[in-house]
């Protein structure tokens, strides 16, 4: 499976914002979207992340207040990226590495989508599922009952 694939079911809404812009202003944004991220734009160039986790360590670094900070001051101006045709496993190694939550997806220097952990999380889940029942389809009189777990036994 490859990061178009995530796109494809997920959609390619993208909130970004400019480096320049005040960090409270991106921290609206975040939470008005509930989105954990967006991605720092600056004449048409991916220039950096601001995710949930740069917000709070700028802010405690700044005694609790967002103050006149702005977003190139807080951002991860070295993010991690990735193409439509990476795939799923590399990405994963990739964000674990990293311990990072959030990817821009880019097609050379334009800007695709950003997938999150959970996307990719989601998408492994769901291809699993998939494949267990294509597996179980496969076998003849499989039983109903086996075929979900009790919470219990999860």
């Given at each position: 499976?490859?990061v178009?694939?995530?796109?494809?079911?997920k959609g390619n809404?993208?909130?970004?914002?400019?480096?320049?812009?005040p960090?409270?202003r991106a921290?609206?944004?975040m939470?008005?979207?509930?989105i954990?991220s967006?991605?720092?734009?600056?004449?048409?160039?991916l220039?950096?992340?601001?995710?949930f986790r740069?917000?709070?360590?700028?802010?405690?670094?700044?005694?609790?207040?967002?103050?006149?900070?702005?977003?190139?001051t807080?951002?991860?101006?070295h993010?991690?990226?990735c193409?439509?045709?990476?795939?799923?496993?590399?990405?994963?190694?990739?964000?674990?590495?990293?311990?990072?939550?959030?990817?821009?997806?880019?097609?050379k220097r334009?800007?695709?989508?950003v997938?999150?952990?959970?996307?990719v999380?989601?998408a492994?889940v769901?291809?699993?599922?998939?494949?267990?029942?294509m597996?179980?389809?496969y076998i003849?009189?499989?039983p109903?009952?086996?075929?979900?777990?009790?919470?219990?036994?999860?």
């Amino acid at each position: 499976m490859k990061v178009s694939d995530i796109l494809r079911v997920k959609g390619n809404t993208l909130y970004t914002v400019s480096p320049d812009e005040p960090l409270s202003r991106a921290i609206d944004t975040m939470a008005e979207k509930d989105i954990g991220s967006l991605v720092v734009m600056h004449h048409g160039d991916l220039v950096g992340m601001l995710t949930f986790r740069e917000v709070i360590q700028c802010i405690k670094a700044n005694q609790h207040t967002a103050g006149d900070i702005l977003v190139r001051t807080a951002m991860d101006d070295h993010p991690l990226t990735c193409t439509l045709e990476t795939e799923l496993d590399e990405v994963r190694r990739m964000m674990l590495e990293r311990h990072a939550r959030y990817m821009p997806v880019m097609d050379k220097r334009m800007l695709m989508g950003v997938i999150s952990f959970y996307d990719v999380a989601k998408a492994v889940v769901d291809s699993q599922n998939f494949e267990n029942r294509m597996l179980k389809a496969y076998i003849r009189d499989w039983p109903a009952a086996e075929d979900q777990l009790p919470s219990a036994q999860l």
